[in-house]
């Protein structure tokens, strides 16, 4: 079961991606050339939202049900202090994911709130991207076979 949750998220991760390049692109050109906020806006934003929290809440699920984090949990917030990939695993990328999709929640909450369509495409802009920054920077690269050994 828990390598199958695996495989889910981490195929999925291409789609989150896939979805934040294809959201962030449209907020960027709905800034340079001032075009109205429209339902493909809207329609990516909530996909893009739907992926986040699935993608979330599936890495939740592994935190919890994780052999290998489970065991070294055993050794004490010590150890796993001081073993880098560990620390990784078990503390900076759940709480960078955890910030990450709180703050593309906010910009769509943001979105939806503004009244001008420049506003809604600033805005989307801005926390979307860093949402994605954030996510970018604690995905464990070197676990994925296109860039194993890069980390």
């Excluded at 789609?15 to 339902?39: C, D, E, M, R, W």
């Excluded at 909530?46 to 994780?66: D, R």
């Excluded at 990939?85 to 909450?109: D, F, N, S, W």
């Excluded at 600033?122 to 860039?147: A, D, E, V």
Aim: glycine content about 6%; charged content about 15%.
């Amino acid at each position: 079961m828990y390598q199958t949750i695996l495989i889910l998220h981490n195929a999925l991760r291409w789609i989150f991606l896939l979805l934040a390049v294809f959201t962030i692109l449209k907020a960027l050109l709905g800034v340079i050339n001032n075009t109205p906020f429209g339902s493909i806006d809207n329609k990516a934003a909530k996909f893009f939202i739907i992926v986040c929290h699935s993608q979330l809440l599936i890495g939740l699920l592994l935190l919890f049900i994780s052999p290998a984090i489970h065991l070294h949990l055993e050794q004490g917030m010590g150890a796993i202090m001081k073993d880098k990939l560990m620390r990784l695993q078990i503390i900076e990328h759940p709480l960078t994911m955890i910030i990450g999709v709180a703050l593309i929640q906010i910009g769509k909450i943001k979105t939806r709130k503004a009244y001008e369509d420049v506003l809604k495409h600033k805005r989307s802009l801005i926390y979307y991207s860093l949402g994605l920054i954030l996510i970018l920077s604690r995905i464990p690269w070197g676990n994925t076979p296109l860039f194993r050994g890069m980390e």
